[in-house]
């Protein structure tokens, strides 16, 4: 198995910076880069979401009915099945 984790290095000690569980026996390369090379953490890239994207249509009046609106709909669309 392969596989990349980046860390620093705290009084001459190697630190991950995720906790890592290694199986027994297992052989450990450790690169060292200079200062002046950045590699991109997976905590420093940035996370978009689609949360309150919509808000700008949203209409105030019509929050009250949405209390019971799926049920509503769900028996207006099966009543006759």
Known sequence: ML????GTVRGGKPVLFDAVT???NSQIIITILDKSVMIPMQSE???T???G??????????????DGAWEQAAGAKYANS
């Open 3 to 6: 596989a990349t984790y980046a």
């Open 22 to 24: 290694l199986p027994e």
């Open 45 to 47: 890239k940035s996370h």
């Open 49 to 51: 979401s689609a949360y």
């Open 53 to 66: 994207c919509l808000r700008k249509y949203a209409n105030p009046a019509l929050i009250p009915e949405e």
